[in-house]
Nanobody
Framework: QVQLVESGGGLVEAGGSLTLSCSVS????????MGWFRQASGKEREIVAV????????YYEDSVKGRFTISREDAKSTVYLQMNSLQPEDTDVYYC????????????????????WGQGTQVTVSS
């Protein structure tokens, strides 16, 4: 089992950028697919971006394509979410998620396919 800790959230003006980081600790051997989700109060947690264990496959929710980039740096046990051209509708709590899997190309695209979650970091975009 691994532990996930997000950081990098904050307040930014519309059109600005933020980079979220997810630090992975614990039993990191074996490889994990990683994802970023977001959730507004009273709403369901929704997928934002996913990266396969190898890093060669990625998936983005339609509203963030071309603006957000997910990446991983396994030597630092860290996954990033670079967010550009932020809009007020991107305001949410952002969560990092992980799922250990044997397939290096596996790219889970559903919340239920992840079994480990961080505590979340707040992103607020002002208009």
């Amino acid at each position: 089992q691994v532990q996930l800790v997000e950081s990098g959230g904050g307040l930014v003006e519309a059109g600005g950028s933020l980079t979220l980081s997810c630090s992975v600790s614990g039993r990191t051997s074996g490889g994990y697919a990683m994802g970023w989700f977001r959730q507004a109060s009273g709403k369901e947690r929704e997928i934002v971006a996913v990266i396969s264990r190898s890093g060669s496959n990625t998936y983005y929710e339609d509203s963030v394509k071309g603006r957000f980039t997910i990446s991983r740096e396994d030597a630092k046990s860290t996954v990033y979410l670079q967010m550009n051209s932020l809009q007020p509708e991107d305001t949410d709590v952002y969560y990092c998620a992980a799922r250990r899997h044997w397939d290096t190309m596996w790219t889970p695209m559903a919340r239920g396919q992840f079994d480990t979650w961080g505590q979340g970091t707040q992103v607020t975009v002002s208009s």
